[in-house]
């Protein structure tokens, strides 16, 4: 399940960062979530109250940052975010997007005690 182990490997980052830091309890975790990373807040949250038990991450709040996709055109080199549905290029027309911003779940901020 993606979720899962992105969940694990969230869990993992904190953990190694709040023990560096020297703390006994994580309070809150910031994401950066990419509008095609295909990640749901909710899921990674209920998958976090679950695998952070007897971690001193247990009961940590997770905050979700919304980043949106942005995307390049094969045909004009233009980038550009879509405005919803539509992918086209506001430059050119041409529906030949790749993806170069919006994948990414990365973890921005830790909040320790
Ligand atoms: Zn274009």
Redesign the pocket.
Known sequence: MHELSVTQSILEVALAHAQRAGATRILRISLAVGELSGIVGESVQFYFDIISKETMAEGAELVFRHVPARFR??????EYEPGGPDWT??????L?PIAVGGRELLVESIEVE
């Open positions: 055109c094969l045909e004009c080199g233009t290029c506001p430059q050119c027309g041409a030949r």
